[in-house]
């Protein structure tokens, strides 16, 4: 029996004798299934070949991600706080050496994920840290490709995790697609950590939005409307995406703009 892993998304399935027939996470018109067809691995085969490496980004805040390249390559987030850490998104691998160097940075209380796509191996997460609880939005509640207790399927438009820490439902990749809130990042002038819910473009001032970055499927004005009124009531001065990408200062006015300027792009 094995938990067999998605190669092209990264996704963890229940343990099996046979990989499942496809992956419903990459046959959705938002992923897609490799040119090669459907392949599989397991946490065995990838971890005498794959590290974590952990680096701090700014105080409070330390970035995870693989290398080389795991599957989609997105990269997660621990955020330290006076009332626990919190794992921001989540990446497939994980391993001792990685479990090790979390718990010298106080271990993880809590997951959050932003969408489908950064399920990767989050049982295998909270397993390796006390079972720490994994809150997804209920919209997702279909996603959910490895049933597990520690899953907390949540609902409405926002969840305060402790003080400080927020994570709002934003909608557009996904209907229940989320970022996270952390109001003591920037030094005191509030991060968003967005996922891809909102990438940050080359130009690192500005930001785009799609319903499928690797088929190139835009959102409509609405959606990306219901994307700035989500995050409007909150002060960011910084915003960190998934793949590497941070902003400079005055990451909410960036937003705006780059809203209204997408809106004008797709309805000219």
Same mark, same amino acid.
């Given at each position: 029996?094995?938990?067999?892993?998605?190669?092209?998304?990264?996704?963890?399935?229940?343990?099996?004798?046979?990989?499942?027939?496809?992956?419903?996470?990459?046959?959705?018109?938002?992923?897609?299934?490799?040119?090669?067809?459907?392949?599989?691995?397991?946490?065995?085969?990838?971890?005498?070949?794959? %590290?974590?490496?952990?680096?701090?980004?700014?105080?409070?805040? #330390?970035?995870? %991600?693989?290398?080389? %390249?795991?599957?989609?390559?997105?990269?997660?987030?621990?955020?330290?706080?006076?009332?626990?850490?919190?794992? !921001?998104?989540?990446?497939?691998?994980?391993?001792?050496?990685?479990?090790?160097?979390?718990?010298?940075?106080?271990?993880?209380?809590?997951?959050?994920?932003?969408?489908?796509?950064? #399920?990767?191996?989050?049982?295998?997460?909270?397993?390796?840290?006390?079972?720490?609880?994994?809150?997804?939005?209920?919209?997702?509640?279909? !996603?959910?490709?490895?049933?597990?207790?520690?899953?907390?399927?949540?609902?409405?438009?926002?969840?305060?995790? !402790?003080?400080?820490?927020?994570?709002?439902?934003?909608?557009?990749?996904?209907?229940?697609?989320?970022?996270? #809130?952390?109001?003591?990042?920037?030094?005191?002038?509030?991060?968003?950590?967005?996922?891809?819910?909102?990438?940050?473009?080359?130009?690192?001032?500005?930001?785009?939005?799609?319903?499928?970055?690797?088929?190139?499927?835009?959102?409509?004005?609405? %959606?990306?409307?219901?994307?700035?009124?989500?995050?409007?009531?909150?002060?960011?001065?910084?915003?960190?995406?998934?793949?590497?990408?941070?902003?400079? #200062?005055?990451?909410?006015?960036?937003?705006?703009?780059?809203?209204?300027?997408?809106?004008?792009?797709?309805?000219?």
């Amino acid at each position: 029996m094995s938990l067999f892993i998605c190669a092209t998304c990264g996704t963890q399935y229940p343990e099996s004798d046979q990989p499942p027939a496809e992956c419903p996470i990459c046959v959705d018109d938002r992923q897609y299934v490799h040119p090669d067809g459907q392949r599989w691995t397991t946490l065995e085969d990838l971890r005498p070949h794959f %590290k974590n490496v952990i680096a701090e980004v700014e105080p409070g805040l #330390h970035r995870i %991600k693989s290398e080389p %390249k795991v599957a989609l390559g997105q990269q997660a987030f621990l955020i330290q706080t006076p009332h626990g850490n919190v794992l !921001w998104d989540c990446i497939t691998l994980i391993d001792a050496a990685t479990v090790e160097a979390i718990n010298r940075l106080g271990g993880v209380q809590a997951i959050a994920v932003s969408h489908p796509h950064y #399920h990767s191996a989050i049982v295998e997460w909270s397993h390796a840290f006390d079972h720490a609880p994994i809150y997804l939005h209920a919209d997702h509640r279909d !996603w959910v490709l490895r049933p597990d207790p520690a899953v907390v399927l949540w609902e409405g438009e926002q969840l305060a995790l !402790w003080d400080g820490v927020t994570i709002i439902r934003c909608g557009g990749h996904f209907p229940g697609s989320t970022v996270l #809130h952390w109001r003591a990042g920037a030094d005191g002038r509030g991060v968003l950590l967005t996922g891809d819910t909102i990438d940050i473009g080359a130009d690192s001032r500005y930001m785009s939005f799609m319903y499928s970055y690797p088929n190139m499927i835009p959102l409509s004005a609405a %959606k990306i409307r219901q994307i700035v009124r989500a995050v409007e009531p909150f002060d960011f001065d910084r915003m960190y995406e998934a793949f590497g990408q941070v902003t400079g #200062h005055d990451a909410k006015a960036g937003l705006l703009f780059s809203a209204e300027r997408y809106i004008r792009a797709i309805t000219d």
